[in-house]
């Protein structure tokens, strides 16, 4: 029995090592291309979104109904949100686009989709013009109903009053609380509507001049002025308030007695027609208006049930 003594070299073929660097590989692969078909779908709703909006501001005497295959519906992650801040810049570079809109105010429907929408951000800070912030300018315009169109859009995009905000607000208070002149009257008015915007949820902006008669007789009371009508007293206010608004009749009558009025203006009502409507109301109390609870309660936290 003989046998080859001979050397031979053997090689060790590793297949499951191979195997596994072949399966990272394959899988890096498809999560890029995972990535890119992600980006691509990204990039076609922020394309969508792009040519809508550029309709929808060629037309906003007659704005595209949003009803309608609304891209902006579309745009719901964060990713989404910001690559559409990278195309508009909205929040950097052409925060200018926005203040010339409210600075202009010729795109009214235009500029209200941009600021009802959470997901078009806006750096609010950086609405100034000539060192000016742009309640400033709002606060300066002379037709009442373009300030109270304008300004629940600024805050409804989540403006916060700045310090020297804060400090004109302290000015047109104090000279404008003697309250008897128009001039003075319709500057009371400007001053409360900043601060129940301010105070209330952004999500809440549009709904505060839906209610703005209700809150305005409320704040008369409780700011002891006459606020938002042409009244000479507040018992003529709660006169109009128990004869148009009794469907908040509740709330007023609260508010009344927590602020101060009730027993005065009762005293003060000689011919007696108050007291008779606030008997009536309470005898025949109709149905009372409770989907503004949350606002009211935001804005008057001492009248909450």
């Known amino acids: 029995m003989t046998f080859d003594s001979q050397n031979t070299n053997v090689w060790f073929h590793d297949s499951l090592a191979k195997k ?16 890119r078909e992600e980006e691509e779908q990204v990039n076609r709703k922020v394309e969508r979104v792009t040519q809508y909006l550029k309709e929808f501001y060629q037309n906003d005497s007659q704005p595209i109904p949003t009803s309608n295959a609304f891209p902006l519906d579309n745009i719901t992650s964060e990713r989404e949100v910001t690559a559409l801040d ?13 203040t010339k809109l409210f600075l202009e105010r010729t795109k009214p429907n235009f500029l209200k989709l941009i600021c ?16 000016k912030t742009i309640l400033e300018e709002l606060l300066d315009l002379k ?21 020297t905000d804060k400090e004109i607000l302290n000015t047109i208070y104090n000279k404008n609380c003697v309250n008897t002149t128009e ?6 008015d400007r001053w409360v509507i900043v601060n129940f915007l301010n105070i209330t949820k952004r999500q ?15 704040s008369s009371l409780k700011y002891n002025l006459v ?16 004869e148009n608004y ?60």
């Open 20 to 35: 596994k660097v072949l399966q990272e590989k394959i899988g890096i692969q498809k999560a890029e291309r995972v990535r």
């Open 86 to 98: 990278r195309k508009f810049k909205f929040t950097s570079e052409n925060v200018g686009v926005v």
């Open 116 to 131: 009802e929408q959470d997901n078009i951000l806006v750096d609010t800070s950086k609405l100034v013009i000539n060192g």
């Open 143 to 163: 037709i009442r109903e373009e300030f109270r169109n304008y300004i629940p859009l600024l805050f409804r995009k989540g403006y916060q009053l700045t310090e």
């Open 183 to 188: 001039h003075e009257r319709e500057q009371i």
């Open 204 to 218: 809440n902006a549009f709904t505060i001049l839906k209610i703005i008669k209700i809150l305005l007789s409320i």
């Open 227 to 242: 606020i938002g009508f042409r009244f000479n007293n507040h018992r003529e206010i709660s006169n109009n308030f128990f």
């Open 246 to 305: 009794k469907h908040f009749g509740q709330v007023y009558l609260k508010a009344m007695k927590v602020y101060g009025h009730y027993d005065r203006q009762i005293n003060e009502d000689r011919s007696g027609k108050l007291k008779l409507k606030i008997d009536r109301f309470i005898s025949d109390k109709p149905r009372q208006e409770r989907g503004y609870d949350e606002i009211i309660g935001e804005l008057f936290p001492e009248l909450r049930t």
